[in-house]
């Protein structure tokens, strides 16, 4: 029987000791289990490097989008994989890949599931705390987006029982304090491509849903890689307009304030004052310095098997899009 290990949040939205229970007893029916109780990101990181080290097969991640982002990047380029049992307000990644967001469902479909190498995104730079060294499954935001994060986490208690809709109402809050009326202090650059930005959102897979059930493209048509929108200028009718081609799949355009980056091998960003940056919505510090590279194959996910995941998930969202809205 295969090795597997979970952890657990307790304080995500959804967890509850039933649910532990049945999500125990539904993965132990196939999996060699042991369970952990992480006291911090820090700590998750630490337990799921070792079982990396001790060649266990499947570190499982109960909780939100945060204790997945640890896991990730205990495990990120070993032969161990991510199982993701939904616990959180809005488990982006799971969404992404297709995994069911009841955490009794996913430990029952895990069964079913197959080790599936998936891009990550490698952060690396300088921050003000020192060197960075990340991986991020879903997204990176360097500036506006990461500001919008840090304020959200002054109320943990209100990100968990609203989810997408006190993120929305945080970045409300934020442009009608001073970001509307901030320059630019990020230069973004790769391909030979420059461009000042208040905010550089990177987009790992395409779409993400960042906002509930609500897909979110920086492209019109999915990439074959990686994504990232520069915003050089943010106001109510700018950051409206950001939205609504996001979910309605427009393109961005530099007259709309952007500029747009996708299949690349290498984006570099410097701020100058120093931004906030964040990772799978986990603020990770201020940084001077920040570079992002695909790393195609660099983390093993147990998932549904799809032979083309990117562009497969990008026209099950739209039809699970088109459905909301026809409802």
Same mark, same amino acid.
């Given at each position: 029987?295969?090795?597997?290990?979970?952890?657990?949040?307790?304080?995500?939205?959804?967890?509850?000791?039933?649910?532990?229970?049945?999500?125990?007893?539904?993965?132990?029916?196939?999996?060699?289990?042991?369970?952990?109780?992480?006291?911090?990101?820090?700590?998750?990181?630490?337990?799921?490097?070792?079982?990396?080290?001790?060649?266990?097969?499947?570190?499982?991640?109960?909780?939100?989008?945060?204790?997945?982002?640890?896991?990730?990047?205990?495990?990120?380029?070993?032969?161990?994989?991510?199982?993701?049992?939904?616990?959180?307000?809005?488990?982006?990644?799971?969404?992404?890949?297709?995994?069911?967001?009841?955490?009794?469902?996913?430990?029952?479909?895990?069964?079913?599931?197959?080790?599936?190498?998936?891009?990550?995104?490698?952060?690396?730079?300088?921050?003000?705390?020192?060197?960075?060294?990340?991986?991020?499954?879903?997204?990176?935001?360097?500036?506006?987006?990461?500001?919008?994060?840090?304020?959200?986490? *002054?109320?943990?208690?209100?990100? #968990? +029982?609203?989810?997408?809709?006190?993120?929305?109402?945080? $970045? @409300?809050?934020? %442009? =009608?304090?001073?970001? *509307?009326?901030?320059?630019?202090? #990020? +230069?973004?650059?790769?391909?030979?491509?420059?461009?000042? $930005? @208040?905010?550089? %959102? =990177?987009?790992?897979?395409?779409?993400?849903?960042?906002?509930? +059930?609500?897909?979110?493209?920086?492209?019109?048509?999915?990439?074959?890689?990686?994504? =990232?929108?520069?915003?050089?200028?943010?106001?109510?009718?700018?950051?409206?307009?950001?939205?609504?081609?996001?979910?309605?799949?427009?393109?961005?355009?530099?007259?709309?304030?952007?500029?747009?980056?996708?299949?690349?091998?290498?984006?570099?960003?410097?701020?100058?004052?120093?931004?906030?940056?964040?990772?799978?919505?986990?603020?990770?510090?201020?940084?001077?310095?920040?570079?992002?590279?695909?790393?195609?194959?660099?983390?093993?996910?147990?998932?549904?098997?799809?032979?083309?995941?990117?562009?497969?998930?990008?026209?099950?969202?739209?039809?699970?899009?088109?459905?909301?809205?026809?409802?």
């Amino acid at each position: 029987m295969r090795s597997a290990v979970l952890i657990a949040n307790p304080s995500a939205s959804q967890f509850t000791g039933g649910l532990f229970r049945d999500v125990v007893t539904a993965l132990s029916s196939s999996y060699d289990l042991t369970t952990q109780w992480p006291v911090s990101g820090t700590d998750t990181m630490r337990h799921s490097e070792a079982a990396a080290e001790a060649g266990i097969g499947v570190v499982f991640a109960m909780g939100g989008d945060g204790v997945a982002h640890h896991v990730a990047n205990g495990i990120a380029g070993t032969s161990t994989s991510l199982g993701l049992i939904p616990a959180g307000t809005t488990n982006v990644l799971a969404r992404i890949l297709g995994i069911p967001q009841k955490p009794r469902q996913a430990a029952l479909a895990a069964t079913e599931y197959v080790d599936t190498p998936t891009r990550v995104a490698k952060i690396t730079g300088t921050s003000l705390a020192g060197p960075i060294d990340r991986v991020a499954t879903f997204s990176v935001g360097v500036g506006f987006d990461a500001a919008v994060v840090e304020a959200a986490e *002054r109320r943990p208690y209100a990100k #968990l +029982r609203f989810g997408g809709v006190y993120y929305a109402s945080t $970045a @409300l809050g934020r %442009l =009608t304090s001073d970001w *509307r009326t901030r320059l630019p202090n #990020l +230069r973004i650059e790769a391909g030979g491509e420059t461009y000042d $930005a @208040l905010a550089a %959102l =990177t987009q790992v897979h395409d779409p993400y849903t960042y906002f509930g +059930r609500i897909p979110l493209h920086l492209v019109k048509d999915p990439p074959r890689g990686m994504a =990232t929108l520069g915003v050089g200028r943010l106001g109510y009718r700018n950051a409206t307009t950001l939205v609504s081609r996001a979910v309605l799949r427009r393109q961005h355009t530099e007259r709309s304030g952007t500029h747009l980056w996708t299949d690349y091998d290498r984006i570099s960003i410097l701020a100058d004052p120093p931004a906030p940056f964040q990772a799978d919505g986990e603020l990770l510090g201020t940084a001077t310095e920040v570079t992002i590279e695909p790393i195609d194959d660099g983390l093993l996910i147990l998932r549904p098997k799809a032979e083309q995941p990117d562009v497969e998930l990008g026209s099950q969202k739209d039809s699970a899009s088109t459905d909301q809205h026809s409802g």
